[in-house]
């Protein structure tokens, strides 16, 4: 399978997208038991959103029903942080940069979490020689 590359060598900023959407995703259902099944990745610059949507367990589901909503957010947020490495070093593979900072955010009701990877700023070009 031939992969599309950009300019600086690495793929094209579609297939980096699914390529990164598709193994965090991967990653949080194989840790988490159950993965979101629609999930989208987003790159500007210095910044990587991973988004995932209608992620929860049948568990957390019935304990946002319970009104316990609170140890829902607190059990995830556990289970990203124990599984941060493997998430970070995914993106660092995938982007050929380094994460400087990760971020993990889920919604009140346990429906859309958000990964998001913010990467060390690439090296200045050097100037141009001057004539």
Excluded: Y
Excluded at 86 to 96: D, K, N, S
């Amino acid at each position: 399978m031939e992969s599309a590359h950009s300019e600086d060598g690495g793929r094209s900023a579609g297939k980096l997208n699914a390529a990164i959407a598709n193994e965090v995703g991967k990653l949080i259902a194989g840790f988490a038991g159950r993965g979101a099944t629609k999930s989208r990745a987003f790159i500007n610059d210095d910044v990587v959103v991973c988004l995932l949507e209608d992620g929860a367990t049948r568990a957390e589901v019935n304990l946002v029903a319970a009104g316990k909503a609170d140890l829902v957010r607190l059990q995830r947020d556990a289970l990203q942080r124990a599984m941060e490495d493997q998430l970070v070093a995914a993106v660092e593979r995938l982007t050929e940069r380094k994460v400087q900072t990760f971020l993990s955010g889920l919604s009140t009701l346990g429906e859309s979490s958000v990964e998001v990877f913010v990467l060390e700023p690439r090296p200045a070009e050097p100037a141009a020689k001057r004539d």
